[in-house]
């Protein structure tokens, strides 16, 4: 007997990190948010994105951004990473499940680890940026910012460092 494919629920989660230095774009969600020191990386460096897309990857047994994105490729160099995430969103839905079943996402929660400059002023317009390239509802896109309180390489202002958690679930496409 097959495996029914109706209703099925599954989780994923994303992690990574930018190493951050004095006069580089800080881009984040989509957003660019004015900073003093930016990400050093071979796309525009939006860990956050990075982060949401391993999730989304994850959650449906995808590999990772790694795989599919290799930074080794010069065609990913100074990339929009919305870009990449809408590549990810493509996948999902034409991930080749069976009997007409297509993957949609339920609600995504990034939290963000930097020590400056402050988020809370970007939070609403990264979470309409993402919310557009995946096409759902902005209230299932939640974006968190915190601190370290100074301590480790986020606390020092070294680096930025992400978590992304979706669900994902089948629907009838
Ligand atoms: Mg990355």
Redo the contacts with the bound molecule.
Sequence with gaps: MRASTDNIIRVGNGY?V?ALEEGLPMRLCGVDIPSEKGFV?HSDGD?AV?ALCDALLGAAALGD?GLHFPDSDPKYKGINSLDLLSEVVTMLKDSGLNNGMTYEIGNADITIALQEPKLRPHIDQMRETLAGVMRIDVSRVSVKATTTERLGFVGRGEGCEVWATVLIRTKSS
Excluded: G, R
């Design positions: 990574d930018h990386a860990v990075h951004i």
